[in-house]
């Protein structure tokens, strides 16, 4: 049976009287890679956020393992927004050193190996990065933190191709056995084969959540067909069961 790790109950979330999450109940389990899809605005890097702890004001609860408070869920899951206020003109072996002092699970050793494998020179400084070599960098960083959970915004975003098989190789050797990694990315098919379970955000809310065999063996579609077909309005046949 699988065991959850993270659980959403009820949870709303407002901003300037907008509602951006609503109600929004989430299970997600131990050691899986789960795709977040959602158009522009779906409210994607928002549910990052909120799990992560960093959104003061929400309602409902939301929990990683043990973990409730805010505070608590920040020291259980590595966020790729780690590298926010990070002065540009630091270098990377500073930063690895500054998020040592932040975070007492962060290992200088994975970095180490982590950018070494991406050919990073840890003397270069962030500002002086190319755009996927900031990437790598934050993905370094990201799971450099020994946790059970990651949350990766778009970390493949703008990336060429050859790159980004070297950061999903990176991040497949480097996630520690049972952790969850919830990863959001506008290109589908660029993760579909990794991923064990897809959730589908749309209107505030999760509208699918089904595991990837699933949608390949039983319903025959490619994970981006099936993302489609859902956020086009299409139905989801195993909970109408109209296609029996
Ligand atoms: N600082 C903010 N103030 C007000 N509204 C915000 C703020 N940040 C986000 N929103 C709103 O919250 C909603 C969700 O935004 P969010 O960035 O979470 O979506 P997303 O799915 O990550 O989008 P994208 O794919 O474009 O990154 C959007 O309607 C957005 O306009």
Redesign the pocket.
């Given at each position: 049976m699988m065991t959850n790790l993270v659980t959403l109950s009820n949870v709303t979330y407002k901003?300037?009287l907008?509602i951006?999450i609503d109600h929004l109940n989430l299970q997600l389990p131990q050691n899986n890679i789960i795709g977040l899809l959602?158009?522009?605005?779906?409210?994607?890097?928002?549910?990052m956020r909120l799990i992560s702890g960093v959104v003061p004001n929400y309602k409902g609860t939301i929990r990683i393992g043990t973990a409730t408070t805010n505070t608590a869920r920040k020291q259980v899951a590595s966020f790729s927004q780690i590298l926010t206020g990070v002065q540009p003109n630091a270098r990377l072996t500073e930063i690895a050193n500054y998020c040592d002092t932040l975070y007492s699970d962060f290992s200088i050793d994975v970095f180490e190996k982590i950018i070494a494998s991406l050919d990073l020179d840890g003397t270069e400084k962030l500002s002086a990065l190319s755009k996927g070599n900031r990437m790598k960098c934050v993905l370094a960083v990201t799971l450099a933190r020994r946790v059970s959970l990651y949350l990766l915004d778009?970390p493949f975003d703008g990336i060429d191709s050859m790159t980004r098989k070297r950061l999903i190789k990176s991040m497949l050797t480097w996630k520690p056995d049972n952790a969850t990694i919830l990863i959001?990315d506008?290109h589908v098919e660029d993760i579909a084969n990794i991923l064990d379970q897809v959730v589908i955000?749309k209107h505030q809310m999760v509208i699918s959540q089904k595991s990837a065999e699933e949608i390949r063996e039983k319903d025959g579609l490619s994970i981006e067909t099936y993302y489609e077909n859902i956020y086009e309005g299409g139905v989801d046949h195993d909970q109408s069961h109209d296609n029996l």
């Open positions: 901003r300037n907008k951006i959602g158009a522009n605005g779906a409210g994607k890097t928002t549910l778009e959001s506008h955000l």
